[in-house]
């Protein structure tokens, strides 16, 4: 799990396309797999595999966020954003 947690918190960062190696003992898969090694019972992840376990979550997150947004739009009020926080502020 530590290693997983390694992984989500590298991802991202700009220009870091190297594939990223995590742990994990699975039953005996094709030997020839590119993917996973498993002599050292590794599974590679490229950029675009992890992004796509992030997808799902961000996509709910956005759209809460819209709906949101929406929701205090439509009852009159404003949303300033603070300038020194991360967060919105209602007025």
């Known amino acids: 799990m530590e290693e997983w947690e390694k992984v989500k918190r590298q991802f991202g960062s ?5 594939p990223r190696e995590l742990q994990l003992i699975m039953k005996r898969v094709d030997a020839t797999s590119q993917w996973y090694d498993e002599d050292e ?3 590679k992840l490229t950029r675009d595999d992890v992004q796509k376990v992030f997808e799902p979550t961000v996509r709910e997150v956005l759209a809460l966020i819209q ?3 929406n929701a205090i739009k439509s ?14 502020c209602q007025r």
């Open 75 to 88: 009852s009159g009020k404003k949303l300033d954003v603070c300038p020194h926080h991360l967060f919105s």
């Open 41 to 43: 019972g590794m599974v």
């Open 67 to 69: 709906r949101q947004h």
């Open 14 to 18: 700009l220009g870091d396309e190297r």
